[in-house]
């Protein structure tokens, strides 16, 4: 576990909670694609969505809390491509704007988490 965290399983944390309903989220929404994108906008949207909580978890399980942060950064890479990813899905039409839109609600709540979450570790990080 990382130092310092408090939190005895990433199953504790929020981001991570949060990250996990935004994969459910992901995978509902990819439903709705064309058979035709399913090895592209579909395979892309499900592994950028699971990479995020996938990233949390592991970080956590990490020995020193820089090992941490290092995860939540690439996190929060996967919920920018995530982000992307659903707005090229929106602009091609195969998910009606209103659920863009709140998709892209979840992932600027689960962002804020992740920086909460990042600024917090930084401002109690010891390690070299």
């Known amino acids: 576990m990382a130092q ?32 035709a994108e399913l090895y592209g906008l579909v395979s892309q949207i499900r592994r950028a969505a699971v990479s995020i909580p996938a990233n949390i978890a592991e970080g956590h399980g990490r020995y020193h809390t820089r090992e941490f942060l290092r995860h939540l950064s690439f996190a929060k890479g996967s919920l920018m491509e995530l982000e992307t990813e659903l707005l090229a899905a929106g602009r091609l039409g195969y998910i009606p704007e209103p659920e863009v839109r709140s998709a892209l609600g979840a992932t600027a709540e689960l962002g804020r988490m992740l920086a909460g979450l990042t600024r917090s570790l930084r401002a109690r990080t010891t390690d070299p």
Do not use: N
């Open 4 to 35: 310092g965290t408090g939190i005895s399983s990433y199953r504790d944390l929020q981001v991570w909670q949060k990250g996990m309903d935004l994969v459910v989220e992901s995978y509902r929404l990819t439903e709705k694609l064309p058979k």
